[in-house]
């Protein structure tokens, strides 16, 4: 769950789950004549949409902090053996339904833990990453050895530029589901699909102000591209217990942020 915290004390929550469907529309939109769509397709946008999965479960029982009168944001869940199996069981999941989406959310998922292996520059991987248990590098090797498997049969090169569009669009999906919207770079970004997963051009992403941002050199299908995700507003307040933050957080009305890039 991404946790925003508001200066009047307020809370903005956004499931994960909410932030990889915007990731999903940005995907459904990537192509121009200036940059290649994602092959497979359907696929593609299928793990783009579903990249989150592994916080199915969690969304049904968030955690909370008493001490901050709030729930944790996602980099501060712990990765214990439930939040574990969770992981694998929305990896499993996806993979069931289609094998390229399973692969590709399963690479997402232990690339979190590998710093993105290699495929952004911008923004720069943080420099506080999370001290890994040896319960997270089993279920990184586990996973790994489960895709190295897979990618045997596939075009290696094609998967590699699929993983690094799939990076873009989570992070251009969380430049709007964290925060007020700044001026910033998302890069490197797949052109084509000639490339090694690496390099890629710069996207200057550049606020207008009234929910509109402007998307330099533009990657999208159209001019100006709506798009929004679900949110729940939480107002200012004390909790007296994790149930009465629960029944409060699932009965505040889901309300809807919308933005246009163009």
């Known amino acids: ?143 790994e050895l489960k895709q190295e498997t897979a990618l045997a049969g596939l075009d290696r090169s094609r998967f590699l530029v699929n993983y690094q569009l799939l990076q873009i669009l989570d992070l251009l999906s969380l430049y709007l589901c964290t925060s007020d919207p700044v001026e910033t770079r998302l890069g490197h970004a797949p052109s084509n699909h000639a490339g090694d997963g690496h390099d890629g051009v710069i996207l200057t992403l550049t606020p207008l102000g009234e929910g509109r941002i402007r998307i330099f050199p533009n990657p999208f299908d159209q001019a100006e591209l709506d798009v929004g995700f679900v949110c729940r507003r939480m107002p200012a307040r004390h909790y007296a217990s994790q149930d009465d933050f629960r029944l409060a957080y699932f009965g505040a009305a889901p309300k809807v942020m919308n933005f246009t890039l163009v």
């Not at 909410?18 to 459904?28: E, M, T």
């Not at 944790?72 to 939040?83: G, M, R, Y």
């Not at 292996?117 to 911008?122: A, P």
């Open 1 to 143: 769950m991404i946790v925003r915290h508001q200066p009047d004390g307020s809370l903005i929550l956004v499931n994960q789950s909410d932030h990889a469907k915007l990731s999903g529309i940005f995907a459904a939109h990537w192509g121009n004549a200036d940059f290649a769509a994602p092959e497979p397709r359907e696929s593609f946008v299928r793990a783009a949409a579903f990249h989150d999965c592994g916080w199915f479960s969690y969304e049904t029982r968030p955690d909370f902090d008493a001490a901050k009168d709030a729930p944790p944001n996602f980099q501060q869940v712990p990765l214990d053996a439930k939040q574990l199996a969770a992981f694998q069981g929305g990896l499993d999941w996806i993979w069931d339904i289609d094998s390229y989406s399973g692969l590709l959310v399963s690479r997402h998922r232990t690339g979190l833990w590998r710093n993105r292996y290699g495929s952004v520059t911008y923004p720069p991987a943080s420099a506080s990453a999370r001290i890994l248990t040896q319960e997270v590098e089993d279920f990184i090797a586990r996973n």
